[in-house]
């Protein structure tokens, strides 16, 4: 079946199979935020992006892939309410950039920040972080080279738009500036942008706004 991004909290996972890793997307509730299941086609290791809520539904999803890590993409409550049954059940490591780390109910393991990688299995995952939603809120980035890049955005882009700043121009400033110079200005349109809630889309598609979110300053 073709990958479409689209799920529904208390429906099934989406599961895209690139040729060096596995992509499940699942929607959970009380916000409906979409939490994402990568694991390394060659060894089965996993990491979690994003225990956000439904721990018996995460932890139904790892059954046969346990994630050795858990990546937090920043301090919301919403993305981070599973976490500590999650990583009770399953051991894993939590990771966090440092800045959102506090906030989170479970020790961090390990903080990364813009620049680090995190590696599971054959397959590396670059930390781009996103400053203006929060302080320390980080996206993934996955170059899967001819199976393209793929980014795990968290709240910091969406179809439509950055992240909410909450109408404060200094910090909307700071994250619509990140994201062209750390994201558009560098990835190419065939990027697959996986956010933090919601459906999928490309760099593609969103950047010929880009012009417009500045203008309107959200």
Same mark, same amino acid.
């Given at each position: 079946m073709t990958y479409t991004g689209d799920v529904q909290v208390g429906g099934p996972a989406d599961v895209r199979e690139l040729p060096a890793l596995t992509i499940c997307k699942l929607a959970v509730g009380p916000y409906d935020n979409n939490a994402y299941l990568l694991s390394c086609s060659e060894t089965e290791e996993s990491l979690l992006i994003d225990a956000a809520a439904d721990s018996d539904r995460l932890l139904a999803l790892m059954a046969e892939r346990p994630a050795g890590a858990i990546v937090t993409t920043h301090q919301h409550g919403d993305h981070w309410?599973? $976490?500590?049954?999650? &990583?009770? &059940? +399953?051991?894993?490591?939590?990771?966090a950039h440092p800045l959102d780390a506090p906030a989170l109910p479970v020790p961090v !393991?390990? +903080? @990364?920040? =813009?620049?680090?990688?995190? +590696?599971?299995?054959?397959? +590396?995952?670059? &930390?781009?972080h996103l400053r203006g939603h929060t302080p320390g809120s980080i996206a993934l980035l996955y170059d899967g080279g001819p199976a393209g890049? =793929? $980014?795990?955005?968290? !709240?910091? $882009?969406?179809?439509?738009? @950055?992240?909410?700043?909450?109408? !404060?121009?200094?910090?909307?400033?700071? $994250?619509y500036t990140d994201v062209v110079e750390r994201v558009f200005d560098r990835l190419p349109d065939e990027t697959w942008v996986y956010p933090g809630h919601g459906k999928d889309t490309t760099l593609g598609v969103e950047r010929p706004a880009l012009p417009q979110w500045k203008t309107r300053g959200w």
């Amino acid at each position: 079946m073709t990958y479409t991004g689209d799920v529904q909290v208390g429906g099934p996972a989406d599961v895209r199979e690139l040729p060096a890793l596995t992509i499940c997307k699942l929607a959970v509730g009380p916000y409906d935020n979409n939490a994402y299941l990568l694991s390394c086609s060659e060894t089965e290791e996993s990491l979690l992006i994003d225990a956000a809520a439904d721990s018996d539904r995460l932890l139904a999803l790892m059954a046969e892939r346990p994630a050795g890590a858990i990546v937090t993409t920043h301090q919301h409550g919403d993305h981070w309410q599973a $976490l500590e049954q999650v &990583v009770k &059940v +399953t051991g894993a490591q939590v990771l966090a950039h440092p800045l959102d780390a506090p906030a989170l109910p479970v020790p961090v !393991d390990r +903080t @990364v920040e =813009h620049g680090d990688t995190i +590696t599971f299995g054959a397959i +590396t995952l670059e &930390v781009i972080h996103l400053r203006g939603h929060t302080p320390g809120s980080i996206a993934l980035l996955y170059d899967g080279g001819p199976a393209g890049s =793929h $980014l795990f955005t968290g !709240d910091s $882009l969406f179809p439509g738009g @950055v992240g909410n700043t909450w109408k !404060d121009p200094e910090r909307f400033t700071q $994250l619509y500036t990140d994201v062209v110079e750390r994201v558009f200005d560098r990835l190419p349109d065939e990027t697959w942008v996986y956010p933090g809630h919601g459906k999928d889309t490309t760099l593609g598609v969103e950047r010929p706004a880009l012009p417009q979110w500045k203008t309107r300053g959200w």
